[in-house]
């Protein structure tokens, strides 16, 4: 059984940096994970996947500033969050999917192609 819970969420400040991590159980060593974020104001939107090889992408509104990253040997996927925006904030879930390389949507992640969800760390961005 897969198992994904996520940490590091909390209140940010603006120009300021959070690091998430999501801890997987039951997965595989060839797995592709990524990060969604959710608001109440807007729908459920990738954010960034990184796949088996490290290949990596991101939506356009967090490239430059956020940086997803996995430790295999931990079993542990990242996202390193710079420069904050208060658009920034949702609550932000760790997703995963028994797959070699990842799929992608209009050059994000495609929500519909993860079988396995986190529940969720809750970012916060004051200005």
């Known amino acids: 059984q897969v198992q994904l819970v996520e940490t590091g969420g909390g209140p940010g400040q603006s120009g300021g940096s959070l690091t998430l991590s999501c801890v997987a159980s039951g997965l595989p060593s060839i797995a592709c994970m990524a990060w969604f974020r959710e608001s109440p104001d807007s729908e459920r939107e990738g954010v960034a996947a990184?796949?088996?090889?490290?290949?990596?992408g991101s939506a356009d509104s967090v490239k430059g500033r956020f940086t997803i990253s996995r430790d295999s040997a931990k079993n542990t996927l990242y996202l390193q969050m710079n420069d904050l925006k208060p658009e920034d904030t949702a609550m932000y879930y760790c997703?995963?999917?028994?797959?070699?390389?990842?799929?992608?949507?209009?050059?994000?992640?495609?929500?519909?192609?993860?079988?396995?969800w986190g529940r969720g760390t809750q970012v916060t961005v004051s200005s």
């Open positions: 990184i796949d088996t090889e490290g290949s990596t």
């Open positions: 997703a995963a999917e028994r797959a070699r390389k990842c799929w992608y949507k209009d050059h994000v992640p495609a929500e519909d192609f993860y079988a396995y």
